[in-house]
């Protein structure tokens, strides 16, 4: 799910009064998304992060208390019972609710403490309750975590799995980043112009996993706006290595080589989906955009406009002729070896494209036509 | 029967012909003067180019199909092939020089991208520089070249191919042996030649000997004779040891990022199947690299591995917490790690006990219990062990292997971690479901993968020790003398 319907699920599963659990990797915006949704609802935010908490520090330390009871003589006497502190995170939430406000209580890295604390959570979370505390009407829950081996990533968060009880108690909502929303939500941001381009010409590398190395998440990409921006205006005392580096310490090492000699090249944007879909035929400015174009742009533009033509043909069937005609127009324009390059990319990776455009007497006609120039 | 693309051809050497005069005249004039290409020219020879790769899209060259369309394309005069690559700006750059490429046939062409790519693919531009020290650039171009055209055909006839280079410097290498072997090969044959020509030298400077190409042409780099050099920014004909020049002129980029680039062409290109020279080649790259090893995920391990309680004065005594002087307690990681061997499997002894060594050293700085559990079908045989010398040798029951036994063993244990080496082979579902602790196979080098379909952990390769077996194979017997055919399996 994309953060837009991650917000809304959660939404959804808060209003039914049970607790969304937002699984994702880091990096992605969960925290963000907790922001979000309390300041859309004016609800204030309370974060209790699992991997700062001790056995026993959610719950209270306790001490006794003596009150004054009777025995069976019925004579007064002193009696003791053990009262827990309340955690300062608690006490936030009832001085918060004791003015009347709506609390969301964001529970972070709910997998990333030890068992003991995510049973005292769970208490929390369960029976809105813990040694003594209880939980006011207000407050509604929110949990996150990152995925962990048991649910198909590899072992690379130090996680604790939750056992099958207490995976139970939530609403699971896994959230993964949409390369579209970051870009809408990165210029309403004042992220670098630069880094904007940079993603929506390999959107891949918005999230990515690499191999022994820095993986690359929209946060590094937020942090690559600013340094950029200081490198900028302070060209002449920072040297490209420097910049570099930094960009290395982001993204690691084969994106920041990418993003580096990208924001040197001074490319303009690639042709995008809307460039080519926009209108009732293909724009005439296309013609020109695509003989300007170097073959490694046209094949990465031509794979992101596949992308999102494979998503919007599953979702409106009806224009789909006008699609397809249109997507033939653009990739005649292409060079020949591309051209035929991307119609077996479809074939392999497209299956709704292909599907298509295999009614389409002029996609067949111009992949046997590209053949002929080579044989007579 | 002339094709379009031959008449294509045909009018663009015309054209070259007409930049090269061009360019000759206004060097009479000025001896600064450079080489213009007209635009129209370019863009006709990249059609021409688009042509030769649109060839290669088919069927089992699709891979170089793929991997030159994410590589930039440019004209230079300057290079002593038909094409050159480095690498500029995050992405490999292949240069063309007309004037010697147009005189090829389309699959000579063909050939000679092919060969550009393969030199990538083999990491030659990373490995080159480290025998650059000890080595002629002769040599190593040579050695490069013999490694890369053994496996195409259509070469354009100054290809330095095997034959060639056992012809030329009376040597007797075999094919397909790694670039390092030919590069020896090759430059104990270069030393004796140029030997005899000091001696030659001495009796008579004048009369100098034309089969030696590289002393030749050494010479001229020099400022020799004028007639071959007459002109540096036009490169006419082949030259082979100033084929890869171009390498140096790649933009400063360490070599591991560069590999991973590598790795990204590669990983992009690949698609459908390819040729089988080319698997084992990609193979090989990757193996070089390794996967993280299993040791430190069992090192990330450890650090989440819980047990028993120890005392501290660093927290207050939870349920007296007003008596300072009762201590209070934090949790302690005391790990029970079970290590299961499974000894049906084609783990060498070896292969073990170097394995659980690592092991050892890994848990030594917790307060562990190592528990080793012998299991095929079912346990054989659990010990206790302190050190490396408590290993017991294993004993030689070696029947089916059944998961399920070892996991109902750690259920019932109190387990924290369980290391599981095996070669993967055996049932496809557990019968029983960990609880309460992790899982980490080792899947010994052998092995391929898992045959659970849900590993409940991590799965990690025992690193590659290669067993070499040299016992002759059917497909080693060579078919059809040095082409590509005997490289593809055996259709019986």
């Not at chain 1, 053990?82 to 964001?106: N, P």
Request: aromatic share 10%.
């Amino acid at each position: 799910m994309n953060f837009a319907d991650t917000l809304k699920s959660v939404d959804l599963v808060l209003s039914t009064g049970e607790v969304p659990l937002i699984v994702g990797e880091s990096g992605i915006g969960k925290t963000a998304l907790a922001k979000e949704i309390a300041q859309q609802n004016h609800w204030s935010l309370i974060v209790i992060n699992g991997n700062l908490l001790k056995e026993g520090e959610i719950g209270g330390l306790p001490t006794i208390e003596s009150y004054v009871g009777v025995n069976d003589k019925e004579a007064q006497v002193e009696k003791k019972a053990t009262v827990y502190a309340v955690h300062h995170k608690l006490r936030e939430i009832d001085e918060e609710t004791s003015q009347g406000k709506i609390v969301l209580l964001f529970i972070d890295e709910i997998n990333r403490c030890e068992h003991t604390v995510q049973q005292e959570l769970m208490n929390l979370v369960l029976n809105r309750e813990i040694n003594g505390y209880k939980l006011p009407e207000g407050v509604k829950i929110l949990a996150a975590m990152n995925p962990s081996s048991k649910y198909g990533s590899d072992f690379d968060y130090q996680v604790v799995d939750m056992d099958a009880a207490q995976e139970n108690r939530f609403v699971w909502l896994s959230m993964e980043p949409d390369y579209h929303q970051w870009l809408d939500w990165a210029i309403d941001a004042g992220i670098e112009q630069k880094v904007i381009e940079f993603i929506s010409t390999f959107p891949d590398y918005l999230h990515k996993i690499n191999e022994d190395d820095l993986r690359a998440t929209p946060r590094s990409y937020e942090r690559i706006s600013s340094s950029y921006k200081m490198y900028q205006e302070k060209k002449s005392s920072i040297p490209r290595s420097v910049f570099l580096n930094v960009v290395k310490g982001n993204v690691g090492r084969l994106i920041a080589e990418e993003l580096v000699s990208f924001v040197e090249a001074d490319h303009r944007s690639l042709i995008a989906y809307q460039d080519v879909f926009s209108e009732n035929s293909l724009p005439e400015s296309i013609r020109d955009k695509v003989k300007n174009e170097s073959h490694t742009r046209l094949y990465l533009s031509a794979k992101n406009i596949l992308k999102d033509l494979e998503a919007t043909i599953l979702y409106d069937r009806e224009d789909s002729k006008f699609y397809i005609e249109t997507l033939i127009e653009f990739l005649n324009l292409y060079p020949v070896d591309l051209k035929i390059g991307l119609m077996k990319d479809i074939k392999n990776s497209y299956p709704e494209v292909y599907k298509h455009a295999l009614e389409n007497e002029a996609f067949i006609a111009s992949y046997f036509e590209a053949y002929r120039l080579i044989r007579s | 029967m002339e094709t379009f693309f031959d008449n294509q051809v045909q009018e663009l050497i015309e054209k070259t012909d007409i930049i090269f005069k061009t360019y000759l005249k206004a060097k009479r004039n000025d001896a600064q003067a450079k080489v213009t290409i007209p635009k129209s020219f370019t863009k006709e020879f990249f059609s021409l180019v688009d042509q030769v790769s649109l060839s290669l899209m088919e069927d089992k060259d699709n891979f170089y199909g793929y991997f030159l369309m994410q590589m930039s394309r440019e004209i230079r005069f300057d290079i002593s092939s038909p094409t050159a690559v480095n690498f500029k700006g995050a992405k490999y750059v292949l240069h063309f020089n007309p004037i010697i490429f147009l005189n090829l046939n389309l699959k000579q062409m063909e050939s000679t991208i092919k060969h550009e790519i393969l030199h990538i693919v083999s990491l030659h531009l990373i490995r080159a520089k480290e025998f650059q020290a000890d080595y002629s650039t002769l040599a190593i171009n040579m050695a490069m070249n013999v490694v890369v055209n053994t496996y195409l055909d259509h070469l354009p006839p100054y290809a330095v191919t095997l034959e060639w280079v056992n012809l030329k410097y009376s040597l007797k290498l075999l094919p397909f042996k790694p670039f390092e072997y030919y590069l020896e090969g090759i430059q104990t044959a270069l030393d004796l030649l140029e030997a005899d020509e000091d001696a030659a030298d001495e009796r008579d400077t004048d009369d100098s000997d034309d089969t030696d190409d590289s002393k030749d042409k050494t010479g001229t780099a020099n400022g020799g004779t004028p007639d071959r050099d007459q002109d540096e920014t036009i490169e006419t004909e082949y030259h082979p040891e100033k084929a890869h020049d171009l390498w140096e002129d790649s933009s400063d980029i360490d070599e591991k990022t560069l590999q991973k680039f590598t790795e990204k062409f590669i990983s992009h290109a690949q698609k459908g199947s390819i040729p089988n020279y080319l698997e084992s080649m990609i193979s090989s790259l990757k193996n070089s690299r390794g996967e993280l090893p299993w040791n430190l995920y069992l090192k990330k391990l450890m650090g989440t591995v819980e047990s028993h309680k120890k005392k501290t004065i660093t927290r207050r005594n939870r349920r007296q917490p007003d008596r300072l002087d009762l201590r209070g307690q934090l949790r302690s990681h005391k790990a029970n790690i079970v290590v299961a061997l499974d000894i049906s499997g084609s783990i060498s002894d070896q292969e073990f006990h170097q394995a659980i060594k690592e092991v050892l050293d890994i848990v030594k700085n917790y307060n562990h219990e190592l528990t080793i559990v012998e299991c095929d079908s079912e346990i054989r045989r659990v010990y206790n062990v302190k050190s490396a010398k408590d290993i017991n040798d294993r004993i030689n029951i070696r029947g089916g292997t059944r998961f399920t036994p070892v996991f109902e063993y750690a259920n019932h244990h109190k387990v924290n971690l369980l290391v599981y080496f095996t070669d993967g082979k055996g049932e496809d579902k557990l019968l029983t479901i960990p609880k309460g602790y992790k899982t980490l196979w080792v899947i010994s080098g052998r092995g391929d993968k898992l045959s659970l379909k849900e590993a409940y952990g991590a799965v990690k390769k025992l690193k590659n020790i290669v067993a070499n077996d040299d016992s002759l194979n059917i497909n080693d017997v060579k078919r059809d003398g040095f082409s590509m055919n005997d490289q593809e399996g055996m259709h019986v």
